[in-house]
């Protein structure tokens, strides 16, 4: 029953209408129940009177059966077996073969399996278009003067209700006595049937002084249903104004213990929420903080230079000078943003990335085909030495464009951070090696530089964060992007020496991807 | 006069540098702070230390924080991309002089930079008096009786030293240490000329220049007049 949910899902609605339809089954049960008991209860005065009529007008049919006269009960004899003034009665008696005997003719037949002798079998029937209570019983015709009854009639009620077999109360006579033709026979049934129409009326009123209560006590307990409902739930509405009065920056957590127990476990979640989402913030604001302050050195730069060469003292080669020097930090500004881009590029991503196979071998040659003319203008000797595109285990399941990002960010660094002199030339190899069995992809950038030493392993992957060499032209967050995209992509970093005992010893960089669930 | 530059960004430590030598000092560049902190232990000659915070191998603030741990007075001026009062407060705590957020203008460093060895020579204001004798930090001049004097560069850094030890000793070496740059090779017997030169265009009147035998130069305190 949806008697009071509304469109959205309401725990108060639901509750009520779960208590509401029980509640109404279970008054429409009592309503009958009490109108059955209430009848029943009604009838079984009526039917002990009724039961103790027709004994009264058996005995009086057997005594003029045995006095041989006809039966024909006073008015006032019939005037009290009748109920009440509201109701009349009416008599018959028959002989054990149906042979009608005296008193109305139009009573149905006596019920042919109301056979136990002294018992009153009491029914419902019609009679002349009224219903009638009809009560029957069937009486030994014993010696004169013996009474036909002992102790207080035994009645049975309905129809078709097999009567137990009873001991006969009279032991049935070889021989009876003398009497009118039409009343030979063993026994007498005789038959008393009256309306009840004081018993409907007194029916009623029971029914509707037990029944009328009943009714108005619904919409009371419905409504006290409804206030303890509404008092039950209103801790929720103090949560519900906690949470609004807040700040729109204040992201402390709800305090759980004030809260009802049943909502405790969903405050709590919702804390845990808050505490992500303070946490996210907070880089994000730090990150900024960070961008801004890399920004502002370049930006520095650039103005003493143009400074500069606004002098009036400046001659062509100090204008030059400042002119390419602008430029440099025009660059690294550019740079330094467009990193900061494929960072936030890269850590947004992290919820739906587009996961395709990638063949590293062929991405890999592909950026370093694309750094080779960077590489050329520094003197470095820049190479591929590793997997043939397409062949077993040299596919990842990632996104291409984050892994080309984060393979020219590693060649960047070497580029970057490798010398090279004709005595001792820069060199810097990219490999891909590919374990298809073991499931392992390596993709290992390694150059001939000045290393990374270990102390500052963990702090090359912070961003901004700069290991000094020669002209370094880096942002700083080369590794940071390497770092991310590589956590997206369920592969690990490691960095050491790429010849240790050499001095210089150089640096690899590896990255470890599992390919297990790849069909490759 | 002698700089030192401790800023890891190159174009902006060019910048700097060539602004710093048109107006005639010897200028050095160091760009992290562990070298910043070996150039200021090797040589206490330098009349200013422009410190970048931001610098690699060791922080600026700890650099400072040694450079006044050994007692030196150098005179000191943080550059740092970081704006905040959280940042100033700490850098002049530490022992800056003087402080100037990035980006900034040229005519603003300049200044800064002259009031600051200004202040290391105990001048007040730009000029600095001595006797018939002004020198104009500002202008790079110096005049007599109100008459500019034609002065080259280097005759200017070494006026500018003795001005600044006016009545001390100041020895050849430390001579050559202040007007000198790294990677510069000036002679003794460079200083004598230069000396020698500007003699010639400064002694006039009370104005002089003494020699110390074997020791040095120093030149002479004006007495005040009776």
Same mark, same amino acid.
């Given at each position: 029953?949806?008697?009071?949910?509304?469109? #959205?899902?309401?725990?108060?609605?639901?509750?009520?209408?779960?208590?509401?339809?029980?509640?109404?089954?279970?008054?429409?049960?009592?309503?009958?129940?009490?109108?059955?008991?209430?009848?029943?209860?009604?009838?079984?005065?009526?039917?002990?009177?009724?039961?103790?009529?027709?004994?009264?007008?058996?005995?009086?049919?057997?005594?003029?059966?045995?006095?041989?006269?006809?039966?024909?009960?006073?008015?006032? =004899?019939?005037?009290?077996?009748?109920?009440?003034?509201?109701?009349?009665?009416?008599?018959?008696?028959?002989?054990?073969?149906?042979?009608?005997?005296? *008193?109305?003719?139009?009573?149905? !037949?006596?019920?042919?399996?109301?056979?136990?002798?002294?018992?009153?079998?009491?029914?419902?029937?019609?009679?002349?278009?009224?219903?009638?209570?009809?009560?029957?019983?069937?009486?030994?015709?014993?010696?004169?003067?013996?009474?036909?009854?002992?102790?207080?009639? +035994?009645?049975?009620?309905?129809?078709?209700?097999?009567?137990?077999?009873? !001991?006969?109360?009279? !032991?049935?006579?070889?021989?009876?006595?003398?009497?009118?033709?039409?009343?030979?026979? +063993?026994?007498?049934?005789?038959?008393?049937?009256?309306?009840?129409?004081? #018993?409907?009326?007194?029916?009623?009123?029971?029914?509707?002084?037990?029944?009328?209560? #009943?009714?108005?006590?619904?919409?009371?307990?419905?409504?006290?249903?409804?206030?303890?409902?509404?008092?039950?739930?209103?801790?929720?509405?103090?949560?519900?104004?906690?949470?609004?009065?807040?700040?729109?920056?204040?992201?402390?957590?709800?305090?759980?213990?004030?809260?009802?127990?049943?909502?405790?476990?969903?405050?709590?979640?919702?804390?845990?929420?808050?505490?992500?989402?303070?946490?996210?913030?907070?880089?994000?604001?730090?990150?900024?903080?960070?961008?801004?302050?890399?920004?502002?050195?370049?930006?520095?730069?650039?103005?003493?230079?143009?400074?500069?060469?606004?002098?009036?003292?400046?001659?062509?080669?100090?204008?030059?000078?400042?002119?390419?020097?602008?430029?440099?930090?025009?660059?690294?500004?550019?740079?330094?943003?467009?990193?900061?881009?494929?960072?936030?590029?890269?850590?947004?991503?992290?919820?739906?990335?587009?996961?395709?196979?990638?063949?590293?071998?062929?991405?890999?040659?592909?950026?370093?085909?694309?750094?080779?003319?960077?590489?050329?203008?520094?003197?470095?000797?820049?190479?591929?030495?590793?997997?043939? !595109?397409?062949?077993?285990?040299?596919?990842?399941? *990632?996104?291409?464009?984050?892994?080309?990002?984060?393979?020219?960010?590693?060649?960047?660094?070497?580029?970057?951070?490798?010398?090279?002199?004709?005595?001792?030339?820069?060199?810097?190899?990219?490999?891909?090696?590919?374990?298809?069995?073991?499931?392992?992809?390596?993709?290992?950038?390694?150059?001939?530089?000045?290393?990374?030493?270990?102390?500052?392993?963990?702090?090359?992957?912070?961003?901004?964060?700069?290991?000094?060499?020669?002209?370094?032209?880096?942002?700083?967050?080369?590794?940071?992007?390497?770092?991310?995209?590589?956590?997206?992509? +369920?592969?690990?970093?490691? =960095?050491?020496?790429?010849?240790?005992?050499?001095?210089?010893?150089?640096?690899?960089?590896?990255?470890?991807?599992?390919?297990?669930?790849?069909?490759? | 006069?002698?700089?030192?530059?401790?800023?890891?960004?190159?174009?902006?430590?060019?910048?700097?540098?060539? %602004?710093?030598?048109?107006?005639?000092?010897?200028?050095?560049?160091?760009?992290?702070?562990?070298?910043?902190?070996?150039?200021?232990?090797? %040589?206490?000659?330098?009349?200013?230390?422009?410190?970048?915070?931001?610098?690699?191998?060791?922080?600026?603030?700890?650099?400072?924080?040694?450079?006044?741990?050994?007692?030196?007075?150098?005179?000191?001026?943080?550059?740092?991309?970081?704006?905040?009062?959280?940042?100033?407060?700490?850098?002049?705590?530490?022992?800056?002089?003087?402080?100037?957020?990035?980006?900034?203008?040229?005519?603003?460093?300049?200044?800064?930079?002259?009031?600051?060895?200004?202040?290391?020579?105990? /001048?007040?204001?730009? %000029?600095?008096?001595?006797?018939?004798?002004?020198?104009?930090?500002?202008?790079?001049? /110096?005049?007599?009786?109100?008459?500019?004097?034609?002065?080259?560069?280097?005759?200017?850094?070494?006026?500018?030293?003795?001005?600044? @030890?006016?009545?001390?000793?100041?020895?050849?070496?430390?001579?050559?240490? @202040?007007?000198?740059?790294?990677?510069?090779?000036?002679?003794?017997?460079?200083?004598?000329?230069?000396?020698?030169?500007?003699?010639?265009?400064?002694?006039?009147?009370?104005? @002089?220049?003494? %020699?110390?035998?074997?020791?040095?130069?120093?030149?002479?305190?004006?007495?005040?007049?009776?």
């Amino acid at each position: 029953m949806k008697l009071f949910q509304r469109a #959205q899902n309401s725990l108060f609605g639901e509750i009520l209408d779960s208590l509401l339809a029980p509640a109404l089954l279970i008054v429409l049960l009592s309503i009958g129940v009490t109108w059955l008991v209430a009848r029943g209860i009604a009838n079984a005065p009526y039917d002990r009177a009724l039961a103790h009529s027709v004994r009264v007008l058996a005995q009086e049919a057997v005594t003029a059966q045995q006095q041989e006269r006809a039966f024909a009960p006073a008015p006032a =004899l019939m005037a009290l077996l009748r109920g009440s003034e509201h109701d009349q009665a009416w008599y018959q008696v028959v002989d054990e073969a149906g042979r009608h005997v005296a *008193g109305h003719a139009d009573l149905p !037949p006596p019920l042919s399996d109301a056979a136990a002798p002294g018992t009153v079998y009491i029914t419902d029937g019609l009679l002349g278009g009224q219903e009638v209570r009809i009560a029957q019983l069937r009486v030994p015709l014993g010696r004169p003067g013996q009474p036909a009854f002992n102790g207080p009639p +035994r009645i049975v009620l309905g129809e078709g209700n097999a009567p137990e077999p009873l !001991p006969a109360t009279e !032991p049935p006579r070889p021989d009876d006595g003398a009497g009118p033709a039409a009343g030979k026979g +063993r026994a007498l049934v005789v038959q008393l049937a009256e309306t009840r129409r004081r #018993q409907a009326v007194h029916a009623g009123e029971i029914t509707t002084g037990v029944l009328l209560p #009943q009714f108005a006590l619904l919409p009371l307990a419905v409504m006290l249903l409804w206030i303890a409902l509404a008092r039950g739930i209103k801790p929720l509405s103090v949560v519900e104004e906690r949470i609004r009065e807040r700040r729109p920056d204040d992201l402390s957590p709800i305090d759980e213990t004030t809260v009802p127990l049943e909502v405790a476990p969903l405050v709590s979640a919702l804390n845990v929420l808050l505490g992500k989402l303070a946490d996210s913030i907070n880089t994000q604001k730090r990150f900024l903080a960070d961008a801004a302050h890399q920004l502002k050195t370049p930006l520095a730069g650039l103005r003493m230079q143009a400074d500069l060469a606004l002098r009036e003292a400046a001659d062509a080669q100090a204008l030059k000078q400042s002119l390419k020097q602008i430029g440099r930090s025009s660059i690294r500004a550019t740079h330094t943003v467009n990193q900061l881009l494929a960072l936030a590029r890269a850590e947004g991503g992290s919820g739906a990335l587009a996961r395709q196979p990638c063949d590293m071998a062929r991405l890999t040659m592909e950026v370093v085909r694309e750094a080779v003319p960077r590489a050329m203008d520094r003197a470095l000797d820049l190479g591929y030495d590793g997997a043939e !595109p397409g062949t077993r285990g040299v596919e990842v399941l *990632g996104n291409a464009t984050l892994l080309r990002e984060l393979i020219r960010n590693l060649l960047d660094n070497a580029i970057n951070y490798t010398p090279s002199s004709p005595g001792r030339p820069g060199v810097i190899t990219a490999h891909v090696l590919a374990d298809p069995f073991g499931h392992v992809l390596l993709l290992q950038v390694e150059d001939n530089g000045p290393g990374i030493a270990e102390a500052e392993r963990e702090l090359v992957f912070e961003p901004f964060y700069r290991v000094l060499g020669n002209e370094a032209d880096g942002s700083g967050l080369g590794l940071p992007i390497v770092r991310e995209i590589a956590g997206q992509h +369920r592969a690990t970093i490691t =960095l050491e020496d790429a010849h240790p005992g050499m001095q210089p010893p150089g640096t690899r960089v590896t990255v470890r991807f599992d390919t297990s669930q790849e069909t490759a | 006069m002698r700089i030192l530059i401790a800023e890891d960004d190159h174009v902006l430590a060019d910048g700097l540098l060539r %602004t710093l030598r048109s107006s005639g000092a010897a200028v050095d560049h160091v760009a992290s702070g562990a070298e910043a902190d070996a150039a200021l232990l090797a %040589t206490d000659e330098f009349d200013l230390l422009i410190l970048d915070l931001g610098l690699p191998r060791l922080h600026g603030l700890e650099v400072l924080k040694r450079l006044r741990g050994r007692g030196s007075a150098l005179p000191v001026l943080i550059l740092t991309a970081a704006d905040s009062v959280e940042e100033r407060v700490q850098g002049l705590d530490f022992g800056a002089d003087d402080y100037m957020a990035k980006p900034f203008s040229l005519q603003e460093l300049e200044a800064r930079v002259r009031a600051l060895t200004r202040r290391g020579m105990g /001048a007040t204001s730009s %000029t600095i008096k001595h006797g018939p004798l002004v020198y104009d930090q500002a202008g790079r001049g /110096a005049s007599i009786d109100g008459r500019m004097v034609e002065l080259s560069a280097r005759e200017l850094g070494l006026l500018e030293v003795l001005l600044q @030890r006016a009545g001390r000793l100041v020895s050849k070496d430390q001579l050559v240490e @202040r007007l000198c740059e790294w990677g510069e090779e000036v002679s003794l017997n460079a200083i004598e000329v230069y000396i020698h030169r500007l003699r010639k265009k400064i002694e006039k009147g009370p104005i @002089r220049i003494a %020699t110390v035998r074997g020791l040095g130069y120093c030149l002479e305190k004006i007495p005040s007049s009776p």
